[in-house]
Each structure stands twice: as C-alpha cells, then as structure tokens.
C-alpha cells in the first residue's frame, strides 16, 4: 500500500510530564505503507526506575490499524512486567476496546502444551520402536515385490512393458555418460596410486593387474550403483514422492490398480536389467583409464598391458561383479521407491523422501558390498 502524501508519517515518541508518569505521543498515519516505528525508544524510557505510569496522548493520531494495536499490546505487556500502570483511557475508542476485550479473556493455563521431560528409557523405547516399525514396513515392501514379481512371471501382474522400456532409457543410456567419466577417473586414479606404489618394488608391470582385478571385483559395480542411486534412485523417490502429494497413488487403489505392480515393478525390472551392462561398461572405460596411464607414464607397452589384464581377470571374479551390480540395481530401486512411497503430503516432503532415498540406498549399498566381501573370504572366491 502507498502511503498518501497529504497525511505525516506515523510516529511514537516518548516524553515525561512529571517523574513519574510517561505520556507516549502517538502521531501521524499508521495506515500507510511506509516502515512503522517501534517501541524500543518507549521501552528505553520505560528502564528508568523512577517510572510508575504509561499513558497516551492521541491528539495528532490520523488514522490508525492494526500495526499500532501490536504495539500498544507489547507496551501493555512491558507494563505487566515492570508492574506500571497502564492508562489506556486516553486511546482511541476502538483501540480501547480492542485492549478491553483482549482482558476480558485471560488465556488458560493449560492452553499451550508443555513438553515434558521425557525419561532415558522412555527415549529409548519410542526410538526402538520407531525402527521396528521402520524394518517392518522395508520388509513388508519386499514381500510385496516379490509377490508382483511372481505375478509378472504368470503374466498377472498389472504391469506395462513400455514402462520398463523408458525407464530402461533412462537409468541406462541416459546415464551413460556420467558412468563412463567417474569409472574412467577411477581407473586413471587406480592406476596413479598403484604405479607409484608397485614402482617402489620394480613391479610396475603389476599395475594392469591391480586396475583390473579392483576394477572387475570392486570398483566398477560399486561405483556405477552409488552414481545410479544418486541419480535414479533420487528421481524414483521423487517421482513417487509428487504422485503421492497429488493424491494420484490414492487414484490408482480406488480404482484397483496396485501401485506395486504398476509404478515400482518397472522401474525395479528396468533396473535390474540395465546395471549389469552398465556395470560391463564401467569395467571397460575403467581399466582404459589404467591403460592410458600405465602406457603413457611407465612405459609399459599396449599388448604388454592388455596381456596382463586378460591374465589376471578370473571369470568367477567378473560374474560376481555383474552379479553385484544386478543386486545393487535392485537395492536402488528398492530404497527410491520405497521412499518415495512413504513420503508425507506436502512439497517438503518430497526433498526429504528424495534425500532419505539417496542416503539409504548408498548405505545400503556399502553395507551390502562389505557383507559380499566377508562371503567371497570365507568361500575362497
């Protein structure tokens, strides 16, 4: 709102008429849209110990709304404080009333909820049963895969091959690119760190094993499952996430489509059909970053490094890296759509269903990873 020219800004300025009385001016138009005053110069005034009165004088008021009834109640409330007297018969007559009726109803003491100090052990048991609730529902949602899963494979799931085929497109060529670059800086720093390392013994050469066996085993599935969790898993939770603020899951169990078999069912397919090549790929653009260091920098030869690689990449070791990357495919999916279909119903939510997404399927990921080393150890694999 502009402030009409023809009218004086609004002013509060305090001023004692005797020792003990403090008489606020208030001046000017406090309709308008220019900055109010404030009660701090009052509230200065107000710090004297000899004060024992606050009243108004509204004499050169123009107008007034309900920026000065604010202030007029936190003058009141200082009052309250300090135990002044505060003489509101001077105001404005519906000012006054308004101050009038804001007294006339004390607030209950029981109105504004007290948080309570909560023992240890109550903490305690609230947060384990928070996470048995929290297990409960993970496992429930993998029970509920399974099922459509099998229901796929009886051909009686309520499921669309064209899904999976854009979903297909999309955590598979699409995400080519950022793939290919963080796996071939991965090989590049492999081989930087091995070469310095192998060369301090004169086992250089070993470098092209070391890329290759890290790389098959390790680094590959590992690295292009954390990349596609940070961006597919991320984008499952918070595609689901909006479906569910829209109400549009809602939508699809009123008219008996399940939301497991539609919407999660192909993304999981989608998923577990793309890691694997992605993960073959990754293998590839990895171990050519070790080749391009390795052949550059420590004068190993093209076939000499080529040789070493073949020789040293067990079959059993590549199937169980393509075996990792099609289980952390589903790890992905799982933890995306999952979030996404325990998000709240607000837009908040939905950052906050995409980040637990993202932070979950990683630490999952990483978990999963170590529990498959521990394995291999113990089978000699």
């Not at 300090?82 to 003489?87: I, P």
């Not at 909006?242 to 899951?249: D, R, S, Y």
């Amino acid at each position: 709102m502009v402030s009409d020219p023809r009218h004086s800004p609004a002013r509060m300025t305090p001023r004692r008429v005797d020792p003990g009385t403090l008489v606020v001016e208030l001046a000017g138009d406090w309709r308008g849209g220019s900055a109010l005053p404030e009660v701090s110069a009052v509230e200065a005034a107000l710090a004297d110990g000899t004060i024992k009165a606050l009243e108004f004088n509204p004499s050169e008021l123009e107008g007034w709304n309900s920026g000065l009834v604010v202030r007029i109640l936190r003058l009141y409330e200082l009052c309250g404080q300090r135990q002044l007297e505060f003489r509101a018969q001077t105001l404005p007559s519906g000012l006054a009333k308004l101050l009038a009726l804001s007294e006339a109803v004390p607030e209950k003491k029981d109105a504004v909820r007290q948080q309570a100090a909560r023992p240890f052990l109550q903490r305690v048991g609230e947060s384990g049963l928070a996470y048995q609730a929290g297990g409960e529902a993970i496992f429930r949602f993998i029970g509920e895969n399974a099922i459509a899963f099998l229901k796929l494979l009886r051909g009686a799931a309520q499921f669309r091959w064209s899904d999976t085929l854009l979903y297909m497109q999309e955590c598979g060529p699409e995400a080519l690119g950022i793939v290919a670059l963080i796996n071939f800086l991965i090989g590049l720093i492999l081989a930087f760190v091995g070469a310095s390392e192998l060369a301090n013994f004169g086992a250089a050469i070993y470098t092209a094993d070391l890329v290759a066996v890290a790389t098959v085993r390790e680094m590959g599935c590992i690295m292009t499952a954390i990349i596609i969790c940070g961006r597919t898993g991320a984008a499952f939770a918070a595609q689901l996430g909006t479906m569910k603020v829209n109400q549009e899951i809602e939508a699809f169990q009123t008219f008996g489509i399940s939301p497991i078999e539609f919407l999660v069912l192909p993304r999981m397919l989608a998923l577990i059909i793309m890691m694997p090549l992605l993960c073959i790929v990754a293998d590839l653009i990895a171990i050519s970053g070790g080749f391009i260091v390795s052949t550059l920098m420590l004068e190993v030869t093209p076939a000499l490094y080529l040789t070493r690689t073949v020789e040293s990449i067990r079959l059993t070791a590549f199937l169980l890296g393509i075996f990792k990357a099609g289980f952390f495919g589903v790890v992905v999916a799982l933890t995306g759509c999952l979030r996404g279909m325990q998000c709240g119903t607000n837009a908040a939510a939905v950052g906050q269903a995409t980040t637990s997404a993202v932070v979950t399927g990683i630490t999952t990921i990483i978990a999963a990873d170590g529990l498959f080393a521990v394995i291999c150890n113990v089978l000699h694999i």
